[in-house]
């Protein structure tokens, strides 16, 4: 019986790309909050005429408002993540730029190809041995990383040396 329990694999997503989400979420429940909100205001006031029973408008408004209070909610809550993720963002880059300026100060293409004779060996066979050597070089050097990120750098510097 195969192992269901087994860990699902993590991707790392990059901090920017988190702050960009955030962002547009909250832009987009603001706005939609906002502009329900607004609906609901026009229509009471009358000037979006409603042919409704008088108990269903009012059930209907109260739905409504509850549903643009939580588009509300949720894009503060958005923003309030953002705002946490800009300084993320920023050590982010700071950290990857650090290592790519280490890795490039301390080996060379060469290094990293670590004498396979390029041309016997597969393009696709070549580019996993690269992989596995940058990942080798990363962890002795930096065991403290967890996985996802240290596979978005084993890429990060391989598309520096072989892109």
């Not at 982010?92 to 670590?114: G, L, M, P, T």
């Not at 016997?120 to 596995?132: N, T």
């Amino acid at each position: 019986m195969a192992d269901t329990t087994a860990k699902q694999k993590r991707i790392y997503v990059e901090a920017g790309k988190k702050l960009e989400d955030a962002s547009s979420t909250a832009w987009s429940f603001m706005f939609l909050g906002i502009l329900g909100f607004a609906a609901l205001l026009l229509v009471w006031v009358g000037i979006l005429p409603m042919d409704i029973p008088f108990s269903t408008l009012v059930m209907g408004s109260i739905v409504f408002g509850i549903l643009f209070l939580i588009f509300i909610l949720v894009s503060l809550r958005a923003f309030r993540d953002r705002k946490k993720l800009i300084p993320a963002k920023a050590r982010e880059e700071a950290a990857v730029c650090r290592i790519r300026n280490w890795f490039q100060e301390h080996y060379s293409a060469d290094a990293i190809s670590h004498g396979m004779d390029e041309e016997d060996i597969p393009m696709e066979d070549l580019y996993f041995l690269r992989l596995e050597n940058i990942s080798r070089l990363l962890a002795e050097e930096f065991p403290e990383f967890e996985a996802s990120f240290s596979e978005y750098l084993m890429e990060n510097i391989y598309q520096m040396y072989f892109g």
